[in-house]
T-cell receptor, first 111, second 113 residues
Framework: DGGITQSPKYLFRKEGQNVTLSCEQNLNHDAMYWYRQDPGQGLRLIYY???????QKGDIAEGYSVSREKKESFPLTVTSAQKNPTAFYLC??????????FGSGTQLSVL | DQQVKQNSPSLSVQEGRISILNCDYT??????FLWYKKYPAEGPTFLISISSIKDKNEDGRFTVFLNKSAKHLSLHIVPSQPGDSAVYFC????????????FGKGTKLSVIP
């Protein structure tokens, strides 16, 4: 059945390490997004992509990178430049720019 | 500067009563509003939305009211059920070409049996 799959569910990062969070969707949605949620905070937009091979920075893009080589996939790399990476990361997709469908999230923690 | 504000971090309601969750916004360019529901360690799920051309939208037990002059919207859940216990996020969008939803910090609703 259709949906958004994020993996892994839990991820640990060592100091100075880059890690990549996976996001795959089979909803045939054009737009995909990455959000970060911190405890007691709302969702903040990291990056979004409206079409393949194109993406834009959101509000908190520093220390992150993305790629959109396929419509179905929008991986997020948390680089060593992101000094406070511990958070719950949510991937989402949409047909246009309205109702977003979210994945189940990845909890990233620093060792 | 927070453009979408949910000033109540938490709310407790008895089962069967009405839950009212509030949201205020400051950006007058916002013209589409959504409510999402989120359980712990899961992604948010879409609940209900409203366009700025309307002042009310209803879907079953859920009704969203929009007061544009006050820049205020509210989500009413009637009757409240224990399964409604979750964090509710208000979100806003400005313009048909924008892809950037702005979220509030959320309100944790607890429905007491």
């Amino acid at each position: 059945d259709g949906g958004i799959t994020q993996s892994p569910k839990y991820l640990f990062r060592k100091e100075g390490q880059n890690v990549t969070l996976s996001c795959e969707q089979n909803l045939n949605h054009d737009a995909m997004y990455w959000y970060r949620q911190d405890p007691g905070q709302g969702l903040r937009l990291i990056y979004y992509s409206q079409i393949v091979n194109d993406f834009q920075k959101g509000d908190i893009a520093e220390g992150y990178s993305v790629s959109r080589e396929k419509k179905e996939s929008f991986p997020l790399t948390v680089t060593s430049a992101q000094k406070n990476p511990t958070a719950f990361y949510l991937c989402a997709s949409s047909i246009r720019n309205e109702k977003l469908f979210f994945g189940s999230g990845t909890q990233l923690s620093v060792l | 500067d927070q453009q979408v504000k949910q000033n109540s971090p938490s709310l407790s309601v008895q089962e069967g009563r009405i839950s009212i969750l509030n949201c205020d916004y400051t950006n007058s360019m916002f013209d589409y509003f959504l409510w999402y529901k989120k359980y712990p360690a899961e992604g948010p799920t879409f609940l209900i939305s409203i366009s700025s051309i309307k002042d009310k939208n209803e879907d079953g037990r859920f009704t969203v009211f929009l007061n544009k002059s006050a820049k205020h919207l509210s989500l009413h859940i009637v009757p409240s059920q224990p399964g409604d216990s979750a964090v509710y996020f208000c979100a806003a969008l400005s313009g048909a070409g924008s892809y950037q939803l702005t979220f509030g910090k959320g309100t944790k609703l607890s429905v007491i049996p």
